[in-house]
């Protein structure tokens, strides 16, 4: 680096040595001779002169980076009028006028004062002019200037970024293009080779290569791995100067991911898997798991799994987990321990996807032995038969034996079964089972028309191990025996018109029969021996289930007999046949000559043979007058009652006193004065208050005390008591007084006492303090109001 700057330096020198001399040179080529001016006779014999501009300038240039001392002389300016005496005076204008660039106003000397970046600015335009000192009059026209910066080397290379990423498939050929990095120099292209660059690879060798002119980076070795090494770092060099020595250089970065390609096939680790697997498992139970490795990544990775041969083919499959990339062996059908202990699969591992490129390295699959054994498990017992159906017949004894099921012990050691019958299917409990044999017997009689199948559930335990049982459904069928005769379909009811013809049918009748099929039709009709002559009726039978009865004779009176009943035997097909005899009641109408019904009532001939409408109506109007009288009689001994006392309104011993108004409730204090128990005069219209303080006092009657405002209540009623019983003329009963008056309302709001003591009345309650012990609880409710409000 040392060596590099110093080169620099000596490169600047000879610049500079070489513009100065070039300078020189062009001041003399371009300096313009003095031209004298053409002589023309003016007007008055003059000798003009024409005056020509006579420059000294340069298009100049300045070496970009100088760091000398002083300032660097770009050029100087002179006109050839200047005669050296400092009467002109150069003036410099423009880019950087001033504060780059400055002029000796004398001399016409002009120096760069600070160090100039061809990278910045590359070249600056200025304007010169020649003036006279002392009036600053122009002597020449201004002229423009050119002040180009010379370019240094001084800009290394620099990369568009400072990382690079880049990916390549594994195994790729010499000489794949990769990527292509480039590198810019902020150095003049046209002058020099500045800004010439060469790229080449510091890091990354074998593996890789970069092109010297365009940087694109190819793979350099072939059938690279990504499974050995899947990321590689490239360190890439630009120089300038095209590469020779003293350039200025870059690097940058480069990280190269080889990508995967489908060029390993799948392996198993081991060459036999062994798993085990219980009797009692249930089908799609997972058994085990095997993994075929392959080291390729995403869909070049993906493996599936086939079960390609053994024994076990029918008993298990596999599926893949994608997520694991593991073969799944789950099971198929269910297992027993005692047929068949162990299987063998082969199973074949096999990539999805195969790339056609690789197919040389194939085969892409590999396959594995999983040997499976099966373990006993203590299985519940089995029955021979999915389901049972037996057939009995109704109306069996008790004890008949319907049938039989049978279970064992799958296990090896065969243990012991027991039997039941699950008692929720059996509520009527028709059946019960032999425990040990599994002989199911009738234990009542069973009858098909009510239940034609019973349907019930039977258990199998094991006699040591109650937990393990099983259940098995057994379906009873009741087989049906001809033991219902047959009936009427209906209740029939016949009418035959009495002018009916002989041989005439009125009705056709068939029959029913609770029993099947094979022990019901064909129903026979017929009539009973005893009335096979029947002089009225006939029967025919119409062998299709049906029969009809048909008039034998003509005329028919409804005077005589309106009704007749007519008994017809059914019989059945069954084995042996059952009969039963069945009443049709026939009536007798009157018809229209159409032989359309007209009335089958009676009455009118039996009006006729009886009693008359008049007499009817008598004998209603004997049973009104009866009535009358009955009534008449009961309201008259009711009247005849006499009262126990006679109640007179001028009586004085009155003790019911009727109050005819209404008062005001809990706020008229003035509706009822107890004094009136004891002094008749309160009815006269005065009625002292209880609530205040009288102003007077009542003479009270010989032998009374005084008045209640001034005694105790109770005092006062056994006065009263004693009183009553020693007075001849009082009544022997009881006395009742009866206070109707009821007022407008209550402030209180309710007439229950146990919320008396919360009312807002202003009553004044003080008097029940007097009235003694016994209304010393009803004084503490409402004579405590002062206190209650003292107290809060």
């Known amino acids: 680096m040392k060596e590099d700057n110093c080169l620099h330096?000596?490169?600047?020198?000879?610049?500079?040595?070489?513009?100065?001399?070039?300078?020189?040179?062009?001041?003399?080529?371009?300096?313009?001779?003095?031209?004298?001016?053409?002589?023309?006779?003016?007007?008055?014999?003059?000798?003009?002169?024409?005056?020509?501009?006579?420059?000294?300038?340069?298009?100049?240039?300045?070496?970009?980076?100088?760091?000398?001392?002083?300032?660097?002389?770009?050029?100087?300016?002179?006109?050839d009028i200047d005669s050296g005496d400092g009467n002109i005076k150069y003036i410099l204008s423009g880019e950087g006028a001033g504060i780059i660039f400055v002029i000796d106003d004398k001399s016409g000397n002009i120096h760069a004062t600070k160090t100039l970046d061809r990278e910045?600015?590359?070249q600056y335009t200025l304007t010169a002019q020649a003036v006279d000192r002392n009036t600053n009059r122009p002597?020449?026209?201004?002229?423009?200037?050119?002040?180009?910066?010379?370019?240094?080397?001084?800009?290394?290379?620099?990369?568009?970024?400072?990382n690079y990423h880049a990916n390549v498939p594994e195994r790729s050929n010499v000489g794949t293009s990769v990527i292509q990095v480039?590198?810019?120099?902020?150095?003049?292209?046209?002058?020099?080779?500045?800004?010439?660059?060469?790229?080449?690879?510091?890091?990354?060798?074998?593996?890789?290569?970069?092109e010297a002119q365009t940087g694109i980076i190819r793979t350099a070795l072939p059938n690279m791995d990504r499974e050995a090494k899947e990321e590689y770092h490239v360190v890439i060099q630009a120089k300038d100067m095209g590469g020779h020595m003293g350039g200025l250089s870059g690097t940058t970065k480069v990280t190269i991911t080889l990508t995967d390609v489908n060029d390993n096939p799948p392996k198993f680790p081991q060459s036999v898997y062994q798993m085990s697997v219980s009797e009692a498992a249930v089908p799609g139970e997972e058994v085990g798991r095997v993994k075929a490795k392959d080291p390729d990544i995403g869909e070049n990775g993906l493996v599936a799994y086939s079960i390609i041969d053994g024994d076990g083919m029918d008993m298990f499959e596999i599926t893949t987990d994608y997520e694991t990339q593991e073969g799944v062996v789950k099971l198929k059908k269910l297992l027993d321990f005692e047929t068949k202990k162990s299987y063998s699969l082969k199973v074949e591992a096999a990539n999805v996807h195969i790339d056609p490129k690789f197919i040389s390295n194939g085969p892409f699959k590999d396959t594995v032995t999983v040997k499976i054994s099966v373990e006993d498990a203590d299985e519940p017992p089995v029955f021979l038969k999915p389901s049972y159906v037996f057939e009995v017949q109704e109306n069996a004894a008790s004890g008949t034996v319907v049938g039989k099921v049978h279970a064992k012990d799958p296990d090896?050691?065969?243990?012991?079964?027991?039997?039941?019958?699950?008692?929720h299917t059996d509520l009527e409990r028709y059946f019960v089972i032999n425990a040990e044999d599994g002989n199911i017997k009738?234990?009542?009689?069973?009858?098909?028309?009510?239940?034609?199948?019973?349907?019930?559930?039977?258990?199998?335990?094991?006699?040591?191990?109650?937990?393990?049982?099983?259940?098995?459904?057994?379906?009873?069928?009741?087989?049906?025996?001809?033991?219902?005769?047959p009936k009427f379909a209906a209740a029939y009811e016949a009418f035959v018109c009495e002018n009916a013809r002989s041989n005439q049918q009125f009705i056709t009748i068939s029959a029913d029969d609770k029993d099947e099929s094979a022990n019901g039709p064909r129903f026979i009709f017929s009539l009973p021996p005893e009335i096979i002559h029947n002089p009225n009726f006939t029967l025919r039978d119409n062998r299709d289930n049906t029969a009809s009865v048909l008039v034998r004779r003509e005329g028919f009176s409804r005077q005589k007999q309106d009704l007749y009943l007519l008994p017809i035997v059914i019989s059945d097909g069954g084995l042996p046949p059952m009969s039963s005899t069945n009443t049709l009641t026939i009536r007798v109408c009157g018809c229209d000559s159409n032989g359309s019904l007209l009335s089958c009532n009676a009455e009118a001939y039996i009006l006729n043979a009886g009693l008359s409408t008049g007499a009817l109506i008598a004998i209603l109007a004997c049973i009104v007058i009866l009535l009358v009288i009955v009534v008449l009689f009961v309201t008259l001994k009711r009247q005849k009652k006499e009262p126990l006392i006679v109640f007179e309104e001028e009586d004085v011993r009155e003790n019911i006193i009727t109050y005819d108004d209404e008062g005001g409730g809990e706020e008229d204090t003035e509706a009822f004065d107890i004094a009136t128990l004891q002094n008749p005069d309160g009815i006269n219209g005065f009625i002292p208050r209880k609530d205040i303080k009288p102003e007077y006092q009542y003479m009270p009657r010989p032998g009374l005390r005084p008045a209640p405002n001034s005694v105790d209540v109770d005092d006062f009623i056994n006065t009263r008591i004693q009183e009553a019983d020693n007075?001849?003329?009082?009544?022997?009963?009881?006395?009742?007084q009866i206070y109707g008056y009821e007022g407008r309302g209550s402030v209180?709001?309710?007439l229950s006492s146990l919320e008396s003591a919360t009312t807002d009345s202003d009553l004044d309650y003080d008097y029940l303090q007097n009235w003694g012990p016994r209304f010393k609880k009803l004084a503490d409710l409402y004579g405590s109001k002062d206190t209650f409000d003292d107290d809060s």
């Open 748 to 750: 209180a709001g309710s």
């Open 412 to 423: 090896a050691a065969n243990s012991a079964i027991r039997y039941s019958i699950d008692r």
């Open 139 to 162: 002597l020449e026209p201004p002229s423009e200037f050119i002040v180009k910066v010379q370019d240094i080397n001084d800009n290394p290379p620099e990369f568009l970024h400072e």
């Open 182 to 210: 480039t590198a810019s120099d902020a150095d003049d292209p046209t002058y020099g080779n500045s800004a010439k660059l060469v790229y080449s690879i510091l890091e990354g060798q074998p593996y890789f290569s970069v």
């Open 9 to 79: 330096a000596a490169l600047i020198c000879l610049v500079m040595l070489y513009y100065s001399h070039a300078v020189t040179t062009e001041k003399l080529n371009h300096t313009r001779p003095s031209l004298h001016g053409h002589h023309e006779k003016g007007k008055e014999g003059q000798v003009l002169h024409r005056s020509k501009r006579g420059w000294v300038w340069n298009q100049f240039f300045v070496i970009e980076e100088y760091t000398g001392p002083d300032p660097v002389l770009v050029g100087r300016l002179h006109s």
């Open 120 to 122: 910045e600015r590359a």
């Open 442 to 485: 009738t234990i009542k009689a069973l009858d098909r028309e009510e239940i034609a199948w019973h349907n019930i559930s039977v258990f199998a335990v094991e006699v040591h191990k109650q937990h393990q049982e099983a259940k098995v459904p057994v379906a009873i069928k009741v087989v049906d025996v001809n033991d219902n005769a």
């Open 727 to 736: 007075d001849p003329t009082a009544p022997p009963y009881d006395s009742i």
